[in-house]
RNA sequence: GGCUCCAUGGUCAAGCGGUUAAGACAUCGCCCUUUCACGGCGGUAACACGGGUUCAAAUCCCGUUGGAGUCACCA
């Protein structure tokens, strides 16, 4: 068997969706579990959409994820040129296109923007029986009246002739075989009349000249693939496998798209997800590993990713899984790629010379993605309002009078301290609460609460003391004493 | 609307004719614990419906219903 080629062929138009990045990753993994190679081409044969910035997205995204293609048009593999607008200079697309219309597969139309709109509307106020295509009118130009034209500078667009009776029969490595009456296809342009090849017909011809042995892309495309298929069955090039993915959806189940928030890897990341996260995650949807498991890095994936286990549904992007995996992620990071990405958070809301570290080893465990840190950690820069009614706990049985209790005799205690570490703190309290012969909560909660002023913090009241310091912290339960003794 | 595809818990999903119908997220409860987390244990929860085929159907076939995708000189 000839060795497997894949392509990615994003067009740069802005954000990269994230179908689009899980269509890149199951060719890349395709590509790389068989020792493939991987291939990046640039589809920009749209000029009214193109942005030029869309072009470092595609790059950074791919370079972020760890999808490095073996070629693309910043690496010559021998099949360039990898981006459509320079293979265009050649004129080879409309060479092929010629190619076609000399075989009878495919002709020149002159048909107005006009006649093609009010063809358009009279086909639907038709009983609905009618389908919705192009009518052939131009099929039935002589050659002479082709030339004139042609000759006269009409504009002009090349369409695929597709047969009007019989069917097509296409194979899909997931869905199998697919059946369409020739009737249901329209004549697609193949040629614009800026002279640019459409997506379908340089698409076709390009993974055709670049030996691409399987064609993977979105399931949005399965109803055009029997057009595609005829247009290599018109120029006898052998068909390609086609992987059709399910499509990711939202949580009505409706394709993703912008609004959803998460749509595109950028959204992704300005949320706080990992990278590996997020090629993990996308992984998982539509596909699944054949042992128990759902943490696995790229790496991993190319072990063991079977495309023939994709599945046929579509699959909801669930951003409360892919949250718990950012977690998990997160969790199992080294301190130090940690405090990359939590130290710039961190600092956004604490402003005071605490031990930002310290504060970072806290929340690390207590996180899915980064902006969660802000609401855990901002009682440090400043003590929040809080009522006295925190003071009482029934489980670590607290109330008002005997917290009162506790923070006054803690209070002369804390002060003679002066080793305000985790350790230090804690053989203080220890000691109390065992000559006081008291249960840890009856102590340590109201240390905590007084030191915080939250239900609840990431550590306990050690390690809050710990970074706040002996002076803030004593400033702390004094203002918790008064609070209690006003109450 | 035409065409095409899809159909296991709320979500991702295993399952390929015989299972007590996995697992994960979420949810609920318990344990651990100075709070919250982490970790551990357990619970609730699914084969859309109707016909076949078969000794046997979540698994195969047909229909119904439901959902999605697509119908551009966009990709």
């Known amino acids: 068997m000839s060795k497997i080629r894949t392509r990615f062929a994003p067009s740069p138009t802005g954000k990269m969706h994230v179908g689009n990045l899980r269509t890149a990753l199951y060719e890349y993994l395709i590509a790389k579990h068989e020792n493939g190679t991987f291939v990046l081409r640039i589809e920009d044969t749209d000029q009214e959409r193109f942005v030029p910035e869309a072009l470092d997205i595609i790059y950074n995204t791919m370079k972020l994820t760890g999808l490095n293609h073996d070629e693309g048009p910043d690496k010559d593999g021998g099949y360039g040129p990898y981006v459509q607008s320079e293979r265009m200079k050649s004129g080879m697309y409309l060479e092929y296109a010629k190619e076609l219309v000399e075989k009878g597969e495919a002709y020149y139309c002159f048909c107005t923007r006009e006649r093609l709109e009010s063809l358009r509307a009279s086909s639907t106020t038709e009983d609905g029986k009618e389908i919705a295509k192009y009518d052939k009118h131009c099929l039935n130009l002589s050659k002479e009246e082709v030339e004139a034209n ?20 296409f194979h899909d490595a997931i869905y199998g075989d697919i059946t369409v009456e020739n009737e249901e296809l329209d004549d697609m342009i193949l040629i614009k009349a800026d002279g640019y090849p459409t997506y379908n017909f340089a698409n076709v011809v390009d993974d055709h000249l670049m030996g691409i042995t399987h064609v993977v892309r979105g399931n949005e495309y399965l109803s055009s693939a029997p057009k595609y298929n005829r247009l290599y069955e018109a120029f006898g090039w052998e068909v390609p496998e086609y992987v059709h993915c399910p499509i990711i959806t939202d949580e009505n189940h409706k394709k993703l798209a912008k609004r959803s928030g998460h749509a595109s890897v950028e959204d992704l990341l300005g949320q706080g997800f990992l990278p590996e996260t997020i090629v993990n995650f996308v992984a998982l949807l539509g596909w699944s590993p054949s042992e128990d498991r759902e943490i696995y890095s790229l790496k991993e994936l190319e072990e063991v990713f079977d495309y023939h286990h994709i599945s046929k549904s579509p699959a909801v992007f669930d951003i409360t899984k892919a949250k718990w995996m950012n977690g998990e992620y997160i ?80 209070l002369p205690l804390l002060e003679e301290w002066e080793d305000y570490s985790i350790a230090g703190i804690e053989s203080l309290c220890k000691e109390y609460i065992a000559k006081k012969e008291l249960k840890n909560g009856r102590v340590l909660w109201p240390l905590r609460t007084a ?37």
């Open 150 to 169: 042609l000759k006269a500078g009409m504009p002009y667009v090349i369409r695929q002739n597709n047969p009007v009776s019989g069917t097509t029969t």
């Open 331 to 410: 969790k199992a990071m080294d301190m130090e790629r940690f405090l990359e990405y939590a130290l710039p958070v961190i600092r956004e809301t604490v402003k005071k010379e605490y031990d930002l570290t310290k504060i970072a080893e806290l929340v690390k465990t207590r996180i899915e993605v980064f902006p969660d840190i802000k609401e855990k950690i901002d009682f440090f820069d400043e003590l929040p309002e809080y009522d006295v009614a925190m003071y009482t706990h029934k489980k670590m049985k607290t109330n008002s009078e005997n917290s009162l209790e506790v923070l006054q005799e803690m």
């Open 451 to 487: 030191v915080s002023g939250k239900q609840m913090t990431p550590g306990g009241a050690y390690e809050i003391m710990e970074i706040l310091g002996k002076e803030e912290s004593l400033v702390r339960i004094r203002k918790g004493i008064e609070m209690l003794e006003n109450a």
